[in-house]
């Protein structure tokens, strides 16, 4: 086990993080916030020297990375993160109980959106600042971060890969181009850049520059937390329509706008993943327009509404323009399955993945012809070429295991004494990094009345859903920390 | 750069290893799901898996954009047809196929312009030149050349008995008795860039700069007996085997080669008239002795097997045999392998990825490029011939007012013939060739690199 290799990740984790608290700072000097500004150069102190206590320590490392050290190094990374994410709410007492600041900030890295604050609007501005900015940079990943900004022979020697894997949502993460350096470069350039336009359309909306750069923050990483208590409710039908729009872009695989831009327009359109989601978008906005008929004036505002939010929680944003928890049976039903169901592989949304889902259902096809013809060699392909059985039988698995991980922690939840919807529906949303659920947890509401104990269960949940279950597992097994 | 190498096996394995440690941007085409998924997990490139000759293939690893195509499978077809296929998607492309059937040789010379081959190479030849040139100067565990075959740089292994042991590197001129200087010592698996006040110890291994003529003073004065070989024997009749029976034995010396294979001994026989052939098993260690082992002043193991071309080596060595060169394909960088008394280890993929970087680095700096390139003290260090040009920095400047970087050593100069192992007041002028050893970690593409900034 190769310690001393993760710890300097880790150190080099916590100085990216410190540089990045330095925006908040002088948002709160702008302000005069002294209080809070205070308690980021408090915490931007104590993660630099724990980063420089680490980085000296660990500075003789190995370059040598296997496997197993990627994926502990990954989920290590992302709670070491999440710890010095969660100390300027403590210090400055706005969210003054560890579980509460820790929870709101896995949150935030995780690009859940639930909250455990019951007035948004009392948070001072560097907080609602840093309390976004922890969704644009978990979405697309700060290790991802790391591999694009870090000197060129450190970022491509050795095993780097598996950090990308384990970090990138998606069943089969592949490069974009030979170096890994490159292939997060891209990613992160194309992100910055969909973020600035969505950032520019909302201003052109008349939004503030400070409402419009949190919401643009919490639409590129499909994150959600919002900084006004009835979330984009009160924002203007063209801003919640730029919403919409946006959330939809960054739930699609980045690579397809690669391949756009490398004007491969023909493999974009073919996608089999990126129709699947489209048209899972379209035939749910459709089932609950129909549905909800009659709850507001117009058609137009119908529309609106149903489309923001299908667009929401299918991308696993959260955001919320209405409280869809007082619509009628069918369109909850809907909701809870796109819930499940998730944006696009490689995108910055969370869930099973639409790509996952396909091919499922893909297997479960190939299953029931096999029944009827036991001796029919079939292959399951995807975009035209077959898919190795390796990967098939590894989605089953993770199908399992996120049925089991949802099954395990609705258990855990109910200790609570809460409502069947509230429970369930609160597990599956953090575990899908969405944000709200139904009933208690739902948009109108908050994650305050949970207990410690639930709150945990659902911090490990956004964590696991983020990372796509393995590498906090693994956290979990004496057999990763052997001596190899 | 974009460079597309096509076959994982061995050499495709090496060059990758070198060539993504350069920074080039790097595809690898193979056949085998495990081979793709492995350089995928090693290294740091892209990977293609289908048959490399196929132009779809080639389309996916995007062909029409590469630079440079290195095909490297085991099938001499696969590779002339993958460059030809290369060449017709994109004709701008450099190809670079490996080759080891010599009864191609002839028409890819003559049919050059519808290959239009930048390069071919043949690991079993080049092995089987190394060879031959390791026999000629029995001794020296390496033998790399610079300056047309003027310069060596050669590796010697010191034990307890040898003058060396226990000297400092500023006495070496007395001891040797002729110009020569260490440029660098392999001592625990490790590659130092000695100075002045370094001290020779038991089991370093040295690598020395000496002019060529110079070569059999140093082997003398430095108490290693030598006498001409005369008599070698190899264990096992692979390719190489033929290529250095083939060379060698016209030059005289008695060839014996021993392989189990009766069908092969047979090819051997009726091909090389001038050999000895025997069949029998090379790992036995009385029929060796039967087979004159103790005469000969050679011995090359050359199975096909690593383990077993140790075993036979480690047998000779204890025969008291002069000279032991065992051929490894996979141990070559093994520490164990330099702890034990194997003799000069030839690495046929090793020297074949040698040639292939030199012509890389060639491609990518037009000017100012690398005359030759070896890769020394087990691939820890580098020996690099440049050629002075206009563009080169410092010229007629002592070497003692130049801030090289760390691990940078001047170990010969090459002023048109005459041949200076430089001191502090030497200096170097347009038009000469310098021989430049630097740590495998300092990337030194162009002569100006070994400057610190």
């Known amino acids: 086990m190769n310690y001393r290799r993760i710890g300097k990740y880790i150190g080099y984790i916590w100085l990216i993080e410190a540089v990045f608290m330095l925006p908040s700072i002088m948002l709160s000097l702008a302000d005069g916030q002294q209080a809070a500004m205070n308690s980021f150069l408090i915490s931007m102190l104590i993660t630099l020297s724990l980063s420089a206590v680490l980085i000296y320590t660990c500075r003789n490392a190995k370059s040598v990375f296997t496997a197993r ?35 709101e900030t896995v949150s935030g890295f995780t690009t859940t959106g639930a909250s455990i604050l019951i007035d948004v609007e009392r948070l001072s501005r560097g907080m609602l600042y840093w309390r976004s900015f922890t969704h644009w940079i978990g979405g697309m990943g700060v290790l991802v971060f790391m591999l694009a900004i870090a000197p060129k022979d450190e970022g491509g020697r050795g095993f780097t890969l598996h950090l990308l894997k384990a970090e990138s949502p998606g069943p089969d993460v592949s490069k974009l181009v030979p170096h890994i350096r490159g292939t997060a470069q891209i990613l992160y350039v194309i992100y910055i ?49 730029v919403c919409t729009v946006f959330m939809l872009i960054f739930g699609v695989n980045f690579s397809c706008y690669y391949l756009f831009l490398n004007r491969e327009l023909k493999a974009v359109f073919k996608d089999e993943e990126l129709r699947t989601y489209l048209a899972i978008v379209v035939v749910s906005i459709g089932i609950i327009t129909v549905n909800i008929k009659g709850f507001y004036p117009t058609f137009e505002e119908t529309l609106r509404h149903a489309s923001f939010q299908v667009s929401s929680i299918i991308t696993t944003t959260g955001f919320a323009t209405t409280d869809f928890d007082l619509w009628p049976s069918l369109s909850k039903a809907v909701i809870l399955c796109l819930m499940l169901v998730g944006a696009c592989a490689g995108s910055t949304g969370g869930g099973l993945k639409c790509g996952r889902f396909l091919l499922l259902l893909k297997t479960l096809r190939r299953q029931a012809h096999q029944i009827l013809y036991p001796n029919k060699v079939q292959v399951v392909r995807s975009n035209g070429t077959a898919v190795p059985e390796k990967i098939l039988q590894s989605i089953n698995v993770y199908f399992s295991a ?18 069947i919807p509230t429970n369930i529906s609160a597990v599956i949303s953090c575990f899908n990094n969405i944000g709200p659920g139904l009933d208690l947890a739902g948009p109108a509401y908050n994650y305050s009345m949970f207990s410690d104990l639930s709150k945990f269960t659902l911090i490990m949940d956004m964590l696991a859903g983020r990372l796509e279950i393995y590498p906090i597992l693994i956290l979990f097994s004496h057999t990763a920390w052997k001596r190899a | 750069m974009k460079i597309i190498i096509a076959g994982g096996g061995k050499v495709g394995a090496t060059l990758t290893r070198q060539l993504s440690s350069e920074g080039y941007d790097i595809t690898i085409i193979d056949s085998k799901s495990n081979v793709v998924d492995d350089a995928l997990n090693r290294y740091d490139v892209m990977a293609v898996q289908g048959n490399c000759a196929a ?170 007996i030598t006498r001409k070989v005369k008599k070698v024997m190899i264990c096992g009749g692979s390719r190489i085997s033929y290529y250095l029976a083939q060379r060698i034995s ?89 702890s034990l008394p194997l003799g000069s280890i030839i690495n046929p993929r090793e020297l074949c990825s040698n040639i292939i970087v030199r012509y890389v680095r060639a491609l990518k700096n037009q000017a100012g490029a690398a005359l030759a390139v070896h890769s020394i003290a087990d691939g820890l260090a580098e020996a690099e011939e440049f050629r002075i040009d206009e563009s080169a920095k410092y010229c007629n400047v002592p070497l003692k007012d130049l801030r090289l970087k760390k691990n940078v050593l001047i170990v010969c100069i090459n002023h048109g013939g005459q041949l200076i192992i430089p001191n502090g007041n030497s200096c170097f002028e347009q038009g000469d060739t310098v021989i430049v050893v630097t740590g495998r970690r300092n990337m030194v593409m162009q002569f100006n690199d070994i400057f610190e900034v």
């Open chain 1, 69 to 103: 050290e990627g994926f502990i190094c990954v989920g290590l990374s992302w709670i070491a993160l999440s710890i010095m994410g969660c100390l300027p709410f403590i210090i400055s007492g706005e969210i003054p109980r560890f579980i509460d600041a820790l929870f």
């Open chain 1, 193 to 241: 850049a969909l973020t600035i336009l969505d950032f520019c359309f909302l201003v052109a909306g008349g939004m503030e520059v400070f409402d419009a750069v949190c919401t643009a923050f919490g639409t590129a990483g499909t994150g959600g937390f919002g900084i006004k208590r009835d979330s984009i409710a009160g924002y203007s039908p063209y801003i919640q329509n």
């Open chain 1, 402 to 419: 996120y049925a089991m991980i949802i099954a395990l922690s609705f258990i855990m939840v109910s200790v609570d004494g809460l409502s």
């Open chain 2, 55 to 224: 132009a779809s293939v080639l389309m996916k690893a995007d062909v029409q954009r590469a630079d440079l195509l290195i095909a490297a499978t085991s099938e001499d077809e696969v590779n002339l047809l993958c460059c030809l296929t290369a060449h017709h998607l994109n004709p701008a492309i450099h190809t670079i196929a490996r080759i080891r059937n010599p009864e191609y040789s002839r028409q890819i010379y003559d049919m050059s312009d519808v290959f239009a081959l930048s390069l071919t190479v043949n690991p079993e030849k080049q092995s089987a030149k190394e060879i031959e040139r390791l026999l000629r100067f029995p001794g020296f565990l390496r033998r790399d050349t610079f300056a047309n075959g003027r310069v060596e740089i050669v590796e010697l292994r010191v034990n307890e008995k040898s003058v060396l042991c226990g000297s400092r590197l500023n006495n070496l001129q007395q001891l040797t008795g002729c110009s020569v200087l260490v440029c660098a010592v392999l001592r625990n698996g490790q590659a130092i860039m000695p100075d002045g006040d370094f001290v020779i110890q038991n089991n370093d291994r040295l690598f020395v700069t000496a002019p060529t003529s110079n070569l059999s003073v140093l082997l003398k004065n430095l108490g290693i």
């Open chain 2, 250 to 338: 016209q030059s005289g010396i008695k060839v014996t080669i021993i392989d189990k294979d009766p069908d092969k001994c047979l090819y051997l026989a009726q091909n090389l008239p001038k050999a000895d052939i025997v069949c029998g098993d090379a790992t036995d260690q009385s029929f060796l002795e039967n087979e004159g082992l103790a005469d000969c002043d050679a011995l090359v193991s050359m199975t096909s097997i690593d383990e077993m071309n140790i075993i036979i080596s480690l047998f000779g060595n204890m025969n008291n045999v002069p000279q032991v060169i065992t051929k490894l394909d996979h141990m070559e960088n093994s520490r164990v392998m330099s």
